[in-house]
């Protein structure tokens, strides 16, 4: 029996040391004893296991559906952000083509390398237009030259506004509305823009070789004349004497107007409708200088609103000696009427 009974032992002995500790338990106590401790815990699956496992894979999705939502809304804020560059870019260009536009229009008007050649003329040469401005031509079978320059007229159009100013404050002018710089200023610009421009459109309509800077050039020098009799006549008043300068320093200039006109127009019906307005007009402006702002204007317009009455005034008279209400003596009532009157007056 114990022959056969080794062989068995020597099997399990030689068996393999992964069934080492099962056999020294059963040894040892003769028992199995299983170490729970050593188990894990989260081997098998198990209702927690699956419910963990559900709300992940629910966490993914959403995870998902949120990556889908946020690109299709990367794509949309894309194309707005780019609708909305583009729109930033239009309204930057066209604001800037403006501000180009504006201060190119600002740098024309406010820049005096413009306005030089119409001013850039020497003292000498003024001189001469203006000498030249009371001589008549002859010669109108060819255009005359006119100056193109501003200067001179200008000058005397401020000249002409400042013997204006004089006669208005030596003849006790009123003026009732406005200042009596503004009225001259306004008179003598308004003069020679105003009959510059409608002679230039009566030029146009009768086809004649001349252009506004000429009209006005042409205007402003023949105001020279204008000038000189109104200067005279303003400090000598004798209307003898204005007469005479009318007739003669303001026809040489009118003269020489019309003859430059006359030699820039063709056709006699032309030149007369031309020439004659502009004579009747530059005559007559001097005539309104000399007598607008005189006292004969002031005399007729109180021949229309009436003559100015001055008020009633308190004269002390003598009281009568007999007065039947009145006990006091006449020299004390004389005495006291007379103290009241200069009271009277005095206030």
């Not at 020279?224 to 400090?235: K, P, S």
């Not at 006359?262 to 007559?284: E, I, K, N, Y």
Request: proline fraction near 4%; hydrophobic fraction near 45%.
């Amino acid at each position: 029996m114990a022959t056969t009974a080794a062989p068995a032992g020597g099997a399990r002995n030689g068996a393999g040391p992964e069934w080492g500790g099962f056999e020294e338990n059963i040894q040892g106590g003769g028992s199995a004893v299983i170490d729970m401790e050593n188990m894990d815990d989260t081997s098998g699956s198990s209702f927690e296991d699956m419910g963990e496992l559900h709300q992940r894979l629910r966490e993914e999705e959403v995870d998902a559906d949120a990556a889908a939502a946020e690109e299709e809304d990367g794509e949309f804020l894309g194309m707005k952000g780019f609708k909305g560059q583009l729109s930033r870019q239009v309204a930057d260009q066209m604001w800037q083509a403006g501000k180009r536009q504006a201060s190119r229009a600002f740098s024309l008007y406010a820049n005096i390398d413009i306005l030089r050649p119409y001013f850039d003329v020497e003292p000498a040469q003024v001189r001469s237009r203006l000498l030249e401005s009371m001589i008549p031509i002859k010669m109108v079978n060819f255009p005359q030259k006119i100056a193109g320059e501003l200067y001179g007229p200008l000058m005397l159009v401020f000249t002409l506004v400042a013997i204006l100013l004089h006669g208005m404050k030596t003849s006790d002018t009123i003026i009732r509305e406005g200042t009596l710089m503004g009225t001259a200023i306004g008179t003598c610009f308004g003069y020679w823009l105003g009959v510059s421009s409608f002679i230039y459109f009566l030029a146009y309509l009768c086809n004649a070789q001349i252009t506004m800077l000429q009209m006005l050039a042409l205007l402003g020098y023949g105001l020279f004349g204008h000038c000189i009799v109104l200067f005279i006549t303003y400090n000598i008043h004798l209307h003898a004497l204005f007469y005479l300068f009318w007739l003669l320093l303001g026809g040489l200039s009118t003269l020489r107007m019309v003859a430059v006109l006359v030699s820039r127009t063709v056709g006699p019906t032309q030149r007369l409708l031309l020439c004659g307005t502009l004579a009747a007009l530059h005559m007559l402006f001097l005539l309104y200088l000399h007598f607008a702002y005189h006292k004969v204007v002031e005399g007729i317009l109180d021949t229309l609103e009436g003559p100015n009455i001055p008020p009633m005034q308190r004269v002390p008279r003598d009281i009568p000696a007999a007065l039947p209400a009145a006990r006091l003596p006449a020299t004390v009532l004389n005495a006291t009427a007379k103290a009241v009157a200069v009271t009277l007056q005095s206030h």
